[in-house]
Each structure stands twice: as structure tokens, then as C-alpha cells.
């Protein structure tokens, strides 16, 4: 039977973790920490664009055409008029509360400045303008619970001092957003496709993203030396088990199925538990500076395993190095971003009509005496005050049944699934996320597909509650506990030959039922435990 999200029951990953293989934010360009062969990289964050292969020469002539007098001096006052009066509110999520309203290209050109490597040719610079401005707006308002829009951390975007090539690429492509629909898009990064772009639906499946397609990038890749890596099987048995996969020794290791641009969608790792594992979460695991892509074949001898790759990165949206080196070949800011986003439009927000991705602000009576604060989107069809009712009944009723004292919540409803998925970073199949003392809903729509919204607050509050005192446990017990305490009729104590799963098949799961599957266990091995302990909390 094929697997539909309506027909679904969707399981709730009830970890904060991160999951595997979604990048923390957006926007995130993996960086590499050493040297690729014949490349000197930049050491860096998001963005930097580093990768230099035998360039010199040219970022010579390039830097020295920056000198020429009309490229000088542009003022903030420039910058702030092209701003079309829009701003954006930057906050330090900790520390003092300092919140400093900024034009929106003074923030352009402050975020470039931090991430654009200084000898880039213009038009790569340029494109990356345009991607940062394009970042900035889908995430305006991520952080509009704390009084903001966007931190000034690596959780979001960083600030410098703006530079002359900063503010002149900033200038140069004022106002120019991609869009798609009428939106602007979410783009995302990466440091070197090897020559084929990678879908995003590849990388984080079920992602909403199809306008991020394969592209090939073939004819700036060509002279790319392979990367290789070698390690025995039990290296590679150890890097597992510290991502969570139970099991072991490792029996063998093979690529199970390569995906439409050549990279390793699945891995069958015998002997481990799972015993299979996706090409990112593989590469996740053994380190994402080791295993530079997916995009690698791997060919076993004895115990050693020979991994040989091309790129560097996840490899979805624009290739930082193809970028560089078709800047410098002299292709355009707009054909630059026509190569790796053909799917997207360039748009001015001075002339075109670009439909607005601030977020909906909290409802004015969502900061109730209860301690629980809520917010839903405009015209939803559950109320902010008929959410704050559930959020209330589910935290009074586990607070009995834990024996917790009820503490202040946060419960933030989705409008829609890509505004739940951009901030949770989840699987398409996860339906509520607990970071802290927030819980993160999937929209009342989906939610009434899957669980409902009332057993999915339950389990999520659940969690909430107990993850003090679990802290340290397995993943099963969180899972498990959460999943005990939200269910009406819990599970039969008896099932004394369930195995416990291992924290990857909650975490990792390679789908939908396999996530189910798992979460069946760690309910059954909770139950089990807590007959025996008749604590929750002494239960790991
Ligand atoms: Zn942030
Ligand atoms: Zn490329």
C-alpha cells in the first residue's frame, strides 16, 4: 500500500534533537573544516565563499578592479533609501535584551559582510545578496515570541561591520528577491554540488520545496579531484553507535539505491540496528567533514571500507563553488541564480508584487494567568482561547498523573505546514516538536488527519513535562513515557519480548512506519518498566 500523509497515523518524535539530516536552519552552507585537494577554503559559517581552485590569478584582476571611483562610498543613507522602508528587528536571543531596528540592505550588507569571502568576484557576491535578502524575508518574525524578527546568531543570520563590496553587492541588487508563486522562497546552500545539484526532496524527504530541482553543474566541476576516505568496519561501527544505532559488530556495508542525481539515497549497514540508514543520516553520523557528500560509491575489502565522492555539502540550491567560478568566467548575478534556481523568479519588491511571509503575530489575550501562552494563525478555525482550554486540561490532568506542579507553557499552532516545517526541522510525518517550554503544532488540518489535536497536545505536554527528569535516558523512555501518559487505554504491561529501540529508530527513521513501528516499542518497553518501578521517573 502506498503511504499518503492523510493515511497515515503519524507518530510523534518526541525528541529535541535535531533531526538528522536537516540542516539547522535554512540557510546553512556546510562548511568545510579542512582543505579539499587543490582548494583553499575559508573556515567559516554559513555562507563564506571560499573554494578558490586555482583562481589567483583572477581574484588578482578582480581585486583591482574594486578600486575604480564609482564603486566608492556608499553610505548607510544609500542603502537605508533603497530599503523600500522595510526593516528588520534584530534581537540576541540571550544575554541583554537589546532589540536594534535595521534597514533592510544595511542588514543585507551586514550579513554579506560576515559571510562573503573577500576576493569573490561580484556577481557571485552579488547572487549571494540576493539569496541572504531572500532568507531574510521568509524568516521575518522567527523569533516575534521573544519581541524580534531575526537573532543576530548562527541560529539565524550574523552581523558585521559592512565593507564597500558588502554594501555596493547590496546596492547593486536592492530590493531583488526569488519567488515563487508570488513568495519569496525558502533557497538553501551548499558548498559544492561535484557537478549535480541535489533535490531537496532527497535530502529532507517529504520537503515542500519542488522548486529545488537537480540541476547539473557539470562543465565548472570537471577538473574536481574525488575525495576519498577509508575506515574499517568497526570505525564505522562506533560512529553509528554515537549516533544511536543499537546492534553491532557491523557485518557489511552497501549502498542500497542511488537517487536521480547520483547520490546515495540509502545504505543497508547488517548488523545494526536499524539496519538500514538514508545516504544524510549516514553522513551525518560519521561526520559531515569526513563524509564530505552523499554523493559518493564505497567498495569494501577485508574490514576496510573505501569511500571515493565528489562535492561537498548536501548539495540542494546553489553550488558556492560552481557560483564562484561561473562568476569569474563572467556570467551574471541573474545567471548565476538562473543556473541554480531555474525554478525561481528574480523579483523586485519596488515593482513586483511579492505576497508577505511575516508570521502571524500572537493573538492579544494569548498571555493568560494559567501560564500558558498560545498563538494560532489568523482565522483559524480553533481559537486561541479554545487551544489555551486544551493546553490547560492536558497539563492539569498530567500534572496529576505525574505529580509535576503545572510550570508556563508556549503552544504555538501552524498555519501551515511549511511554516511548522521551517521552524521545527522535522520529518513530513512529525506532527508536534517540544523545544523547552514550547510546543510546536503541525497545522489543525493535518493534525485532525493524523492523531488529532487533543492526543498529540497530550503526548506533546507529556513530554514536555517529563524531559527535566529524563534528561539522560534513551530515547525509548521519552518516547515511550510521553506516548504512556497521553493514551486513554495504555498498552498491556505484558509484552515482556519487545526489544527496546535504539535512540536511531526514533530519531532516524528511514519513514513514516518505521517511525510508528518503533514508537509502538518504546511505549510497550515503557509500560513494561514502569510495571516493574512504579515511578516514571526511576524508569530507564
Ligand atoms: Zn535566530
Ligand atoms: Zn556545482
Redesign the pocket.
Known sequence: MRIGVAAVVVGLLATASVHSGLPA?GFALEIPTQPLAGCQYLLARFARLGPLCGSQRVQNHDSASHSGPAQTEITDEQLEAASLGRTVAVGS?SGERRIVRIPLEVYVARVLAGEGEPNAPDAARQALAVAIRTYTLV?MG??RREGFD??D?V??QVLRTANDNSRRAALATAHRVLTINGAPAEVFYSASCGGRSEGAAQVWPGATFPYMQVVKDDDVHQEDMPWTLDLTLDELRQALARAGFGGGPLRDIKVDRYNASGRVERLGISGMRPDEVTGPAFREALGTTRIRSTAFTLAREGTRVRFTGRGYGHGVGMCVIGAGRRARRGESFEAILTQYYPNLRLTDLATGVVAPRERVPPPVEAASASGVLVSVPRDSKVSARDLERLAIAARESLSRVLGISPSPVTVELHESLDNFRLEVRKPWWVSAAVTGTTIDLAPAALLAQREGMETTLRTAMAELMMSPALADRPMWVKVGGARYFSSAPQPPASSSAVTCPADAELNLAISAVAQREAEGRAVRCFARAIARTGDWRLVK
Open positions: 536552519k536571543p524568516q522567527r523569533h531575526l537573532c546568531t541560529h539565524c
